[in-house]
């Protein structure tokens, strides 16, 4: 199993990122899939969860509205659409598959001016 975040960077508030997460290894379109993200100093959290068939979405409260996760089974790749950063969005964001708890590397995103 392996799991390849990128998409990540520098942005100002009020702006953009899509992140991406490209899975090998598994049969992609059997699993529940999630983007979860990690500041300095703060635990780990759910950012956002997508059943695998592309029909259920889940979200953390706080990004509610702002964020939006899909997913391609064709391309095994699943999609965080991150619109109105806010600088407490800055963390490090990870792709997780739950079932046998595999996890990417993460990549970073910075909101900030």
């Known amino acids: 199993v392996q799991l390849v975040e990128s998409g990540g960077g520098l942005v100002q508030p009020g702006g953009s990122l899509r992140l991406s997460c490209v899975a090998s290894?598994?049969?992609?379109?059997?699993?529940?899939m999630s983007w979860y993200r990690q500041a300095p100093g703060k635990e780990r959290e759910m950012v956002a969860r997508?059943?695998?068939?592309?029909?259920?979405?889940h979200y953390a409260d706080s990004v509610k509205g702002r964020f939006t996760i899909s997913r391609d089974n064709g391309k095994n790749t699943v999609l965080l659409q991150m619109n109105s950063l806010k600088p407490e969005d800055t963390a490090l964001y990870y792709c997780r598959r739950r079932d046998g708890d595999y996890w990417g590397q993460g990549t970073q995103v910075t909101v900030s001016s």
């Open positions: 290894g598994f049969s992609f379109s059997l699993y529940v």
């Open positions: 997508i059943d695998s068939f592309g029909h259920i979405t």
